[in-house]
């Protein structure tokens, strides 16, 4: 059986952290070295959960994944690729990601999750995967891929 594409995972709602950690270990095997993935949505809305679980796919405990809000950057080794996890959060000037030598990790050879990629919108790639997170109730999420308009 083929493994599943963007288009039979997304939309998503799940009711757990539990469910948006088996949907990120579901999406990542959508995914490439090379590939980035911006996360948008509320505090609270699973953008970390869904991270835990992209990176489990690639044989990293959950447990050992969290937003780097303040270190920005979370560089973790994998069999496959490297994969990086940013937190933008606390970018107030898109000037400030030059300095974090961003075209290695938008442009390089790992794949690139970026949450709250509001904050540095215009250096995203062209090729970039966007996905909302929204609240529906106390642990129900709903997860799909936007187009760039939105």
Wanted: charged residues 25%.
């Amino acid at each position: 059986m083929p493994a599943p594409s963007l288009s039979d995972l997304l939309p998503a709602e799940t009711a757990s952290p539990e469910e948006t950690l088996a949907l990120g270990r579901q999406l990542a095997t959508t995914f490439e070295a090379g590939d980035v993935v911006a996360l948008y949505g509320d505090l609270g809305a699973g953008k970390t959960h869904l991270v835990k679980g992209i990176c489990a796919a690639f044989g990293l405990p959950p447990h050992i994944v969290s937003s780097p809000t303040f270190t920005l950057v979370n560089e973790y080794k994998t069999d496959a690729f490297p994969l990086y996890h940013i937190d933008a959060y606390r970018i107030k000037h898109v000037e400030e990601f030059f300095e974090l030598g961003y075209e290695e990790y938008f442009y390089g050879d790992g794949l690139c999750l970026v949450e709250w990629p509001e904050r540095v919108e215009a250096l995203l790639p062209e090729h970039t995967l966007r996905l909302r997170l929204t609240h529906l109730g106390e642990n129900r999420r709903r997860i799909w891929a936007i187009n760039n308009e939105e």
